[in-house]
Each structure stands twice: as structure tokens, then as C-alpha cells.
């Protein structure tokens, strides 16, 4: 705040808001055409289980657009780059195309187990939570209530686990020096230099986020999702 003031908290966040708005769009769109696939074609004794597989695929398709965004956001927050069009025209010049994807393989590891947990936990206790009330009488299949508890749960639940592997995703998209030779390296090299508990640095503050940020948004995507399948037709 002393240092950038009020804006200082929102660096990064242009590329943030596009980058995630089109990753969405991908991931969300793929889940439900897996789902819908599920539904068809799994028994439903295992369709739960299967969630967790529609959500890591919905996310590899989102990765193309995730993870250049994910770069340059960082880049941004750290103070590497002053703009968006500088951070591309800098690592296009000097790392050629691949070095947008820089981490990508720190990106899949955080956000694949990510995004099966935070989207195949909450479907899960959310069908669980309307299950139960239909059990009792209660047949209210659009509980707001019921969708944000689900979600808060599982985006607590799932920042917390997931900690570790945000530390080295981001420690990894931010080395310059080449200090770190891939995940697998920077996880030893970090354990090695701070120990295990470095991992989860900043985790509470992770989890303290992430848990009211997934509680409105997967409502909102309910809620924005039933209004569409009311105005679109179906289309088979």
C-alpha cells in the first residue's frame, strides 16, 4: 500500500479477468459436455467418481489460454514486466512462443488436481447435500443455500491441499536467474533450502480467499447456467 497504494492489490488484474474469463469459457464448457457424456454412458453408482476425471480434462483444454495468462499475471504482480504488451513482446523476442507456456507443466500440476477437486467435490456434496433433502420432503432443486455450502467447502478444502503446489508453480514462472530446473527440482531445491513447511506459506491466506471466492462463483454459475438452458435450446 506505502509502495503502490490501493491499486497495488489489483496488479495484474486486466490479465487476470481476460485470461480467466476465456479459460472458463473452455473449462466449464468441456465439464458439462463431460458430464452430459457421464450421465449417458456410466453407470450411476460410479458417476461421482467420474466428475473428478470430467473436471482434469475440462481443465487440459483450458490450458492453452490459462497458463500464458497465468505468466504474464505474475510477471505483473512481481514488477518483471509494466504492461501486458511488453511481457508478450519481451518473451516472444527473447524466449520465442514456448516461453508463454513457461510452467506449464507447474501450472497442470497445481490446477489439474486443482480442478478435480474443487469441481468433482463440490458436484459431489451438492447432488449429496439435494439427495438428502429430497430424501426428507424438501424438493427445492435450486437451493442457493445448498450450492454455496457446497462450494465453500470444497473451495476451502481444495485451496488448503493445493498450497503447496501454488508455491512452486508461482516460485517457478518468476525465476529469471534459472535458479529452478522444473517441478520436480524447484519442490527439492525449496524443501532443501526452507524446509517442508515452506510449502505451505501463505496458505491460510490461500484458503482465507479461495473459500468466499468459490462460494459466489459456483453459485453464480448455477444460477447463470439454468438461465441459459431456459433461453437455448438443447441441441442434441
Not at 497445481?110 to 449429496?128: Q, S
Request: some cysteine.
Amino acid at each position: 500500500f506505502q509502495s503502490d497504494g490501493l491499486k497495488g492489490f489489483y496488479s495484474g488484474l486486466g490479465t487476470y479477468v481476460l485470461s480467466d474469463g476465456g479459460a472458463g469459457a473452455l473449462k466449464f464448457a468441456a465439464y458439462e459436455a463431460l458430464k452430459s457424456y457421464t450421465t449417458s454412458n456410466i453407470p450411476e453408482e460410479y458417476q461421482g467418481s467420474a466428475l473428478f476425471g470430467c473436471a482434469a480434462l475440462a481443465f487440459i483444454a483450458s490450458s492453452i489460454i490459462i497458463v500464458p495468462g497465468e505468466l504474464l499475471k505474475q510477471r505483473l504482480q512481481m514488477g518483471q514486466i509494466s504492461s501486458v504488451y511488453e511481457g508478450i513482446t519481451n518473451i516472444l523476442k527473447n524466449e520465442g512462443f514456448l516461453g508463454l507456456f513457461k510452467g506449464y507443466s507447474g501450472v497442470c500440476l497445481r490446477d489439474i488436481p486443482y480442478t478435480m477437486l474443487e469441481l468433482g467435490i463440490y458436484d459431489n456434496l451438492k447432488n449429496a447435500f439435494l439427495k438428502h433433502n429430497k430424501t426428507h420432503g424438501q424438493i427445492d432443486g435450486n437451493n442457493a443455500k445448498i450450492t454455496i455450502i457446497a462450494a465453500a467447502i470444497a473451495g476451502g478444502f481444495t485451496g488448503f491441499l493445493t498450497a503447496p503446489l501454488d508455491t512452486i508453480k508461482t516460485k517457478i514462472m518468476v525465476d529469471d536467474a534459472g535458479i529452478y530446473n522444473g517441478f520436480v527440482d524447484a519442490t527439492r531445491k525449496v524443501i532443501a533450502q526452507h524446509g517442508v513447511s515452506s510449502l505451505f506459506q501463505g496458505s491460510a491466506a490461500r484458503v482465507f480467499w479461495i473459500m468466499p471466492f468459490t462460494a459466489v462463483y459456483l453459485p453464480l454459475y448455477e444460477v447463470f447456467k439454468r438461465k441459459l438452458e431456459l433461453l437455448v435450446p438443447k441441441v442434441l
